[in-house]
Nanobody, 125 residues
Framework: QVQLVESGGGLVQAGGSLRLSCVAS????????MGWFRQPPGKEREFVAA????????VYSDSVKGRFTISGDNAENTVYLQTNSLKPEDTAVYYC??????????????????WGPGTQVTVSL
């Protein structure tokens, strides 16, 4: 069974930055896209960003566009999320996700079939 493992979360002041990382436990694990979701306290899980290995590029939610950057290495099954200009409303558990089949949908969690356990990001004033 393949596992996704996130790292890089923590406590940061507003305006600061964090770089989140996610790696799959098996390098031969074939993915078509990987992404990041987050769940703020008391709220539903929401889409943050995704990267397609099949040429579609990157997709961002409006709330993070221009502040966050997703990147990754398909061969290593690794994805990163560079978060800049963090705001208190970015506080959430951030989850890495991957899917092993092709589809053009990216923003809904139902389209991902592998998930990491999450890493906490807390942004203070």
């Amino acid at each position: 069974q393949v596992q996704l493992v996130e790292s890089g979360g923590g406590l940061v002041q507003a305006g600061g930055s964090l770089r989140l990382s996610c790696v799959a436990s098996r390098r031969t694990f074939t993915t078509y896209a990987m992404g990041w979701f987050r769940q703020p306290p008391g709220k539903e899980r929401e889409f943050v960003a995704a990267i397609s290995w099949s040429g579609a590029g990157t997709v961002y939610s409006d709330s993070v566009k221009g502040r966050f950057t997703i990147s990754g290495d398909n061969a290593e099954n690794t994805v990163y999320l560079q978060t800049n200009s963090l705001k208190p409303e970015d506080t959430a558990v951030y989850y890495c996700a991957a899917r092993t089949y092709y589809t053009t949908a990216y923003r809904d969690a139902v389209w991902y079939n592998y998930w990491g356990p999450g890493t906490q990001v807390t942004v203070s004033l």
